[in-house]
């Protein structure tokens, strides 16, 4: 007599995950747009109350919470409504490190559009949204990027300053490509008093980056170079370079065309600083950073998630003489490269 154990037999429930994956991302920005972890967090637990702060039907708040419980973001006793730990860590606004503002630019309408035909994508092996997807000349998606995803980059930031042993003091000159909102720069200007800053990208973003700059108090040592990082000088004497989470937007050949030009602009036992989402060798972990090409295939023409021995290979080609790796607990790993 044979035994049939229900957990070896094939179901459908991974595809009906996978079909419906989009509700996820729905109810989680339906969520932080009524602002319900916060209210959640303030002390509203059941229904009612949650409804009266969020100003929202109670039907509606109550399916929503189910929802999310579910999903692990809450947890439900009775009809009463808590935040789990990482809810409360990232998605209430008075926690120190919400990252409430990532819907902004993650679901945004162009990164959402973006995957509306992923087979033609794929057909294609790119983007398909446009001729040249997110990275058009002053797309101004980055601005909403540079609002959005500061608060997920804080620690990350902070983890490179203490790499770059930034307390130190020395007489830094740092330049910071694609700044973004700036803080890779500014966590180093800010830890180190000699260390002067300049910061490139396209001039609507790097007004994000200069309010950010002035709120940390190093505005008399942030410069800005407005353009694109192919055109724009990088100057000579270049202490620290920051690429920080821009290198996959390209191909190979256009990655290494930057870093000769990168390489260039360096002092000599001048670093490369370089923060990516890298994944293993096999391309398939860890899961976050593995998972990170799809986007590129869907939102640029030729850009990719590269493993750590094809960023050797790219900054060896470049003429750096050393690579050394860092995989500090925050999805991203660090790359310094040594000219």
């Known amino acids: ?47 009612a109350g949650i409804a009266r702060r969020c100003k929202a039907a109670e039907r509606g708040v109550r399916i929503l919470c189910d929802y999310l419980a579910i999903a692990g973001l809450l947890t439900k006793n009775g009809n009463s409504y808590s935040l789990a730990p990482d809810a409360a860590l990232f998605l209430d606004r008075r926690s120190p490190a919400s990252m409430a503002t990532l819907p902004a630019f993650l679901l945004s309408p162009m990164m959402m559009t973006s995957f509306q035909d992923l087979a033609a994508a794929v057909r294609k092996g790119g983007t398909v949204i446009s001729e040249e997807g997110t990275v058009a000349p002053e797309n101004p998606l980055w601005v909403e990027f540079a609002r959005s995803m500061a608060p997920m980059m804080a620690f990350p930031a902070e983890l490179i300053a203490q790499l770059l042993g930034a307390a130190e003091g020395k007489k830094w000159k740092v330049l910071d490509i694609a700044a973004g909102h700036g803080l890779f720069g500014i966590a180093l200007a800010r830890h180190n008093p000699n260390a002067e800053i300049f910061a490139l990208d396209w001039p609507a973003v790097l007004e994000v980056a200069k309010e950010n700059a002035a709120a940390a108090g190093v505005a008399s040592r942030y410069r800005t170079l407005p353009g694109s990082a192919f055109n724009v000088d990088f100057g000579t004497g270049n202490d620290v370079v920051l690429l920080t989470n821009f290198l996959h937007h390209f191909d190979v050949p256009t990655c290494e065309t930057l870093l000769r030009k990168v390489h260039a602009s360096l002092a000599h036992g001048g670093r490369a600083v370089t923060l990516e989402m890298i994944p293993n060798e096999d391309r398939l972990t860890p899961a976050m950073a593995a998972k990170f090409s799809i986007i590129m295939l869907a939102s640029t023409p030729s850009g990719d998630a590269y493993t750590y021995s094809q960023y050797q290979s790219m900054f060896k080609n470049a003429g750096f003489r050393s690579c050394e790796l860092h995989t500090p607990p925050i999805g991203e790993q660090i790359v310094i490269s040594v000219k």
Do not use: C, W, Y
């Not at 229900?6 to 009524?34: C, G, Y």
């Open 1 to 47: 007599m044979s035994s049939t154990h229900p957990a070896s037999q094939p179901t459908p429930e991974r595809i009906f995950d996978l079909i419906n994956a989009h509700h996820n991302s729905a109810a989680l920005k339906a969520a932080v747009e009524l602002d319900l972890f916060t209210a959640i967090g303030e002390g509203n637990h059941d229904p």
